[in-house]
């Protein structure tokens, strides 16, 4: 199974600073056929189900803000928020679907400074 | 809008069974795979299971092979997970979810509690 560990478990930001979270997969998640890094992160709001932000590692998901993006590849993932808001609260998760089973990190808690 | 809407959640003794549903609407249905996600109470996320569009091909999380059965209705847009020999630890949140063209989950329902307790 591939494990997938985020860091930190949580953080505390002001509001409009940059908010970062890093994912680490224990096997690289990058198919060598396509090029694609099968990675996303879901954001979960308190009583809510999760969304979709960020697919492919770096492709925004369907009403996603700019200022949420995805970068790295292989092993070795981010997410940050450019400028947080106050309704940007929540927990995140990266998962990796590049084998099964689907296995996702333990999530990062986001809270307001 | 796509939509899913799961029911059949609710309270079990351990070693009981339970059948959870997921209505879906908004998209082609037949056309996906589908999958349930589930969460323990202030916990994470675990993948459950996945199936294939035609209903012929499925995937299970260890924990649950030969305990919990992924199925589906295309005629009727549905989506099933019966769950037999229960546990206090499947208690959970499940989530049916719709799988995106690429493998990630891009759709989630509201989820159903399912409690496993004496």
């Known amino acids: 199974d591939i494990v997938m560990t985020q860091s930190p478990d949580s953080l505390a930001v002001s509001l409009g600073e940059r908010a970062t979270i890093n994912c680490k997969s224990s096997?690289?998640?990058?198919?060598?056929?396509?090029?694609?890094?099968?990675l996303a992160w879901y954001q979960q709001k308190p009583g809510q189900p999760p969304k979709l932000l960020i697919y492919?590692?770096?492709m925004r998901g369907s009403g996603v803000p700019d200022r949420f993006s995805g970068s790295g590849s292989g092993t070795d993932f981010t997410l940050t928020i450019s400028s947080l808001q106050a309704e940007d609260v929540a927990v995140y998760y990266c998962q990796q679907y590049y084998s099964t089973p689907r296995t996702f990190g333990q999530g990062t808690k986001v809270e307001i400074k | 809008e796509v939509q899913l809407v799961e029911s059949g959640g609710g309270l079990v003794q351990p070693g009981g069974s339970l059948r959870l549903s997921c209505a879906a609407s908004g998209f082609g249905f037949s056309g996906y795979w589908m999958s349930w996600v589930r969460q323990a109470p202030g916990k994470g996320l675990e993948w459950v299971a996945n199936?294939?569009?035609?209903?012929?091909?499925?995937w299970y999380v260890d924990s649950v092979k030969g305990r919990f059965t992924i199925s589906r209705d295309n005629a009727d847009n549905s989506l099933f997970l019966q769950m037999k020999s229960l546990r206090v630890e499947d208690t959970a949140v499940y989530y049916c979810t719709r799988i995106g063209t690429g493998g990630e989950f891009d759709y989630w329902g509201q989820g159903t509690l399912v409690t496993v307790s004496s």
């Open positions: 492919w590692a770096s």
């Open positions: 199936i294939r569009q035609d209903g012929r091909e499925n």
């Open positions: 096997r690289s998640v990058l198919y060598n056929s396509d090029n694609k890094n099968y």
